[in-house]
């Protein structure tokens, strides 16, 4: 069975500061990954996806992250913070066919707070 | 184009009852899904329907239940409410195009709480 792990429960950093939030997935095959963030009482919003092709991915918001198939990674990156990025990220796995039609394995999330 | 749509937002019904909870998906998308969200077990996955079939669903007991119309709108319904289902219900829409797997887009979702 597939699944996620976010590492860091809690991440604090100053605005202005590099981020990476980490996220390890279990799955066979190559699995769709994503990202996305969400804000208080908000639903999900999609900050960037990886299916297949070029390991470094572009998101929104300034967003990126990579596809390392070797640690079954997909670190989610930012070079320089904004205090409106204070909010939860979740990473998420999803598979082709069979058994995983339209399902989606999340992490458990991680809650970024920015400090001025 | 207009995004995924869940009414009502926020919902309080008392142990026993039952509730509806209606999605709309994007305009063209075919494929939706539902999930449940609370602090403790965090997002799982509830079940999935295409062209109004169910195609997968998650470990959850039968008082879950859903159903996807001929326009994709999907409706979940909860019977027999118990204190634990209060949650964020989120609606998930994608395009599967030919049924296959695609980027699924959220709704707001929908606060139930049960009391």
């Known amino acids: 069975a597939q699944s996620v792990t976010q590492p860091d429960i809690h991440i604090t950093v100053s605005e202005g500061a590099s981020l990476e939030l980490r996220c390890n997935y279990s799955?066979?095959?190559?699995?769709?990954l994503f990202w996305y963030v969400q804000s208080p009482g908000q639903g999900l919003q999609l900050l960037l996806k990886?299916?297949?092709?070029?390991?470094l991915v572009q998101g929104i918001k300034g967003f990126e992250a990579e596809f390392k198939r070797s640690q079954s990674s997909f670190n989610l990156r930012k070079p320089s913070v904004h205090w409106s990025d204070a909010a939860e990220y979740f990473c998420?796995?999803?598979?082709?066919?069979?058994?995983?039609?339209?399902?989606?394995?999340f992490g458990q999330g991680t809650i970024l707070t920015v400090h001025p | 184009k207009a995004g995924v749509t869940q009414t009502p937002r926020y919902l309080i019904k008392t142990r026993g009852q039952q509730v509806t909870l209606s999605c709309s998906p994007i305009?063209?998308?075919?494929?939706v899904s539902w999930y449940q969200q609370t602090p403790g077990q965090g997002l799982q996955f509830l079940f999935e329907?295409?062209?109004?079939?169910?195609?997968n669903k998650g470990n959850f007991p039968g008082r879950f239940s859903g159903r996807q119309f001929s326009n994709s709108r999907s409706e979940m319904n909860v019977s027999t409410l118990e204190l634990g289902d209060s949650a964020l219900y989120l609606c998930?829409?994608?395009?599967?195009?030919?049924?296959?797997?695609?980027?699924?887009?959220f709704g707001p979702g929908t606060r139930l709480l049960v009391l």
């Open positions: 305009s063209g998308h075919r494929s």
């Open positions: 990886y299916f297949s092709g070029d390991t």
């Open positions: 329907y295409f062209s109004e079939t169910q195609r």
């Open positions: 998420a796995v999803g598979s082709a066919g069979g058994t995983s039609y339209g399902k989606l394995t």
């Open positions: 998930a829409s994608s395009l599967s195009l030919n049924g296959g797997w695609e980027t699924q887009y």
């Open positions: 799955y066979g095959a190559t699995p769709y």
